[in-house]
C-alpha cells in the first residue's frame, strides 16, 4: 500500500527475552498456584495415608503375631497411590485446557508453551518422585510404619533400593503426564470429536496388535518374554510411549487453537 | 506514521460460516482504534487472527512487519486481554498479577497496584468466584499495566459498572500519553469511547464496512430536526439514513452537508446536530445501510497520507 510498511521491518525487540527465557516463564507459570500442584496432592496423599495406618493398625492388632507376616504379604495388593497418577494425569489436562489458552493471551507461541510444559511437567514428575521414595524408604525402614503396611513399596513398584523406587516412580508420573498431555492437546486441536477419535484409534491399534500376536500364535513366547525380563526394565519400556505421547502432543498443539 | 498491522485479504471461515471475510486495513503505530461491530459480526476473531490464536483460512496478516503466528519475536510485544479469557481454575488476581510480569518485559508494578486499587480487585480469592465485574477489571489491569507495543482489548469490561469504565478510559489516556503505544479496542458502548478513538474499523458481517479516521467519520452525517413537512422538503434528493417522525415532527439522518445546505437548512427553520457516532454505526450496520453512505466510506479505503 504505502512505504510506510518498509519502516515497520525493524520492529526492534531488543529489551525483550529470548525464547529460552520464555520457555522458562512458561514452566514458571505452572508452579504460580502452588496448592495445586503441591498442598492439594500432599493432603489428598496424608488424608490415603492417614485411612490406611488406621486400617493396618486394626488388622495388626486383630491378627496374631504369628500371621503378621502373611498379612503384611497380602497388603502389598494395595492400590492407595493409584491416585496420585490419576490425579497426575487431571494435572497434565488442566495444565494443556486452561493454561494453554491463557498463556496465549500472554503472546507466548505454541512451540514455547509446548517445551515449558514439558519442562514443567518433567520437574513436577522428579519432585513427586523424590517425595514417594522418601515414604517408601521410611516404610521399608519402619517395617510399614510399625504395622507391616504397605502403600509406598506396593507390587505396582518393583524396587527394592532407594534409587530403583526413584525410577519406577518417575517413569510412572512422566506416563501418566505425557498421556494427559496428549489427550489434552487432541482435546485442545479438535475437541471432543478428536478425543473420540483418538481413543478409537488407540483402541483400534491395541486390538490390532493383540490379533497379530494370536494369529502369530505368539502369546505363550511373549509371556516368556516377559516373564524373563527384568521388572525394571519392563518399567524402562514404559519410557517408549511416554516418549511417544510426549512428541505427539508437540506436533497436535503446534496448531491447537483456544476455544471460544 | 509507521504501520504496525496490516491484514490484507484477511479471511476466517469455520465450515461453511465465513467469520472474517477479506478483511483489508492497516494500523498505524501509537494510535487507539476502535474495532465496532454488532454481536456475532466478527470481531473477535478478527482480533485472534491477529494475535496469531487463530490461523487464517487465506489471506495474510502482518502485526511488527511479519506473520505473528508462532514469531516470539512479534508475540511477546502484543498483549490480547478479551472479554472470554478463561484464568486456570484455582487461580486468584494475585496469581495472575504475580505471573504477567515474566511475560511482559514492560509491566509497571507501580501502576498495577494503582489499578488494582482503583478497581477493588480482592487480590486472595478464587478468580471463579469473582463477580463477572471483578473478572474483568483482572484482564483490564493485566492489559493497561502490561504497556505491551500492541495492546488488544477485546470487550475488556463487561459487567464493570460505569464508575470502573471512567477509571478504564481515565487510566487508558492517562498512561497512552505518557507510554504511547498501539491499542486496538473493541466495544459495544460506542459513545463511551467515542472520544478515546482516533480510527475506528467497523465490521459487519465479517466485512470491514468502514475504515476511516473518528474525527472524519463523525462529520459524515448530521441531523436535520423539525416541522415534517420541511424536513421532507429538505432530505428529498438526499441520502437519508434514517427518518423518525412524531406527529407534526421529524428528525432525519443525512450524509455529510455543505455550508449552502447548512444555510438552506436555516431557512426552512430546521435544526441541524451532528450525529453520534453510535448513532451512525447503529445506522450502517442495521440490515440494509444507506448504499451511498457506504460507498462514501469504502472497505479497505486507501489511507490519505
Known sequence: MTTTTAAARPADASGYPGGGARVLSVARLHFVNRATVFTVPALILAAIFAVNLIIWAIIYNSVSPQDRGDVSEGLQWSGSTFYIFVYTFVIAVTAINVTFPFALGYGVTRKHFALGTAIALLGLAAVYSVALTVLASIEQVTNGWGFGGKMFTAIYFPANTWYEYLFVYFAYFALFFFTGAFFASVYSRWRIYGLLLSFLGLALVLIATLAIIGAANAWAELFTYLGSLAPLTFVAWSFVPTVIAALAAFAVIRRATPKG | ?305
Open chain 2, 1 to 305: 506514521m509507521t504501520t504496525v498491522i496490516e491484514a490484507s485479504g484477511l479471511t476466517k471461515r469455520f465450515g461453511s460460516m465465513t467469520a472474517v471475510d477479506s478483511a483489508t486495513f492497516s494500523i498505524e503505530k501509537n494510535t487507539i482504534t476502535g474495532l465496532l461491530g454488532r454481536n456475532g459480526a466478527g470481531k473477535t476473531t478478527l482480533m485472534q487472527l491477529l494475535t496469531a490464536q487463530l490461523f487464517a483460512s487465506s489471506g495474510s496478516v502482518e502485526v511488527l512487519g511479519a506473520s505473528p503466528v508462532e514469531n516470539a519475536r512479534v508475540l511477546q510485544q502484543v498483549c490480547f486481554i478479551k472479554e472470554s479469557q478463561k484464568y486456570p481454575d484455582d487461580y486468584h488476581p494475585r496469581h495472575v498479577f504475580e505471573s504477567a510480569p515474566w511475560f511482559f518485559p514492560n509491566w509497571d508494578a507501580d501502576f498495577a497496584e494503582r489499578l488494582i486499587a482503583d478497581f477493588r480487585v480482592p487480590l486472595r480469592r478464587r478468580i471463579k468466584k469473582l463477580s463477572r465485574g471483578q473478572v474483568s477489571a483482572v484482564g483490564v489491569i493485566v492489559g493497561l499495566a502490561s504497556r505491551a507495543p500492541i495492546t488488544f482489548f477485546d470487550e475488556p469490561y463487561l459487567g464493570l459498572d460505569a464508575v470502573a469504565r471512567q477509571v478504564f478510559y481515565d487510566r487508558l489516556l492517562e498512561d497512552y500519553a505518557e507510554h504511547p503505544r498501539t491499542v486496538v479496542l473493541s466495544t459495544h458502548l460506542i459513545d463511551e469511547v467515542s472520544n478515546l478513538l482516533e480510527r475506528v474499523l467497523v465490521i459487519d458481517d465479517g466485512r470491514i464496512i468502514v475504515d476511516e479516521d473518528a474525527e472524519t467519520l463523525r462529520g459524515r452525517a448530521t441531523t436535520v430536526a423539525g416541522a415534517a413537512a420541511a424536513v421532507e422538503r429538505f432530505t428529498a434528493g438526499r441520502d437519508v439514513l434514517h427518518t423518525e417522525r412524531l406527529g407534526g415532527l421529524a428528525t432525519a439522518t443525512v450524509s455529510a452537508l455543505s455550508v449552502s445546505d447548512r444555510e438552506l437548512a436555516n431557512e426552512y427553520g430546521l435544526e441541524l446536530a451532528p450525529v453520534s457516532l453510535q448513532q451512525l454505526i447503529v445506522r450502517l450496520t442495521t440490515t440494509e445501510p444507506a448504499p451511498s453512505l457506504v460507498e462514501a466510506v469504502p472497505a479497505g479505503s486507501e489511507k490519505r497520507a
